[in-house]
């Protein structure tokens, strides 16, 4: 596997609990860094899959029944709190 480089900027505040950590766990903060990226990509990509695939559950000729069983207020705060990832997917 080919690796690529990331440079980022970051608060000194967040360096230093990065610092922190790296102390404590006896881990390198790149290694502490690729291990949070890794698990917080694979939570996104979760939540993400799962919220398209309830996006594209919804159409015109269900809203109806949605709004009757009260589906639709749960379809509302996916849509509002998931947009960004959605737009990501499409």
Same mark, same amino acid.
Not at 3 to 7: G, H, R, T
């Given at each position: 596997m080919t %690796?690529?480089?990331? %440079?980022l900027e970051i608060s000194e505040s967040l360096f230093k609990e990065l610092e922190y950590l790296s102390e404590i $766990?006896?881990?390198s903060i790149d290694n502490l860094v690729i291990q949070m990226i890794s698990r917080n990509i694979l939570s996104t990509k979760r939540n993400a899959e799962t919220l398209k695939e309830k996006l594209d559950q919804i159409s015109d000729d269900n809203i109806p029944e949605m709004v009757e069983t009260g589906d639709? $207020?749960?379809a509302n705060y996916v849509i509002t709190k998931n947009a960004k990832l959605? %737009?990501?997917l499409a």
């Open positions: %690796n690529k480089q990331l %440079n $766990t006896e881990e639709l $207020t749960v959605y %737009n990501r």
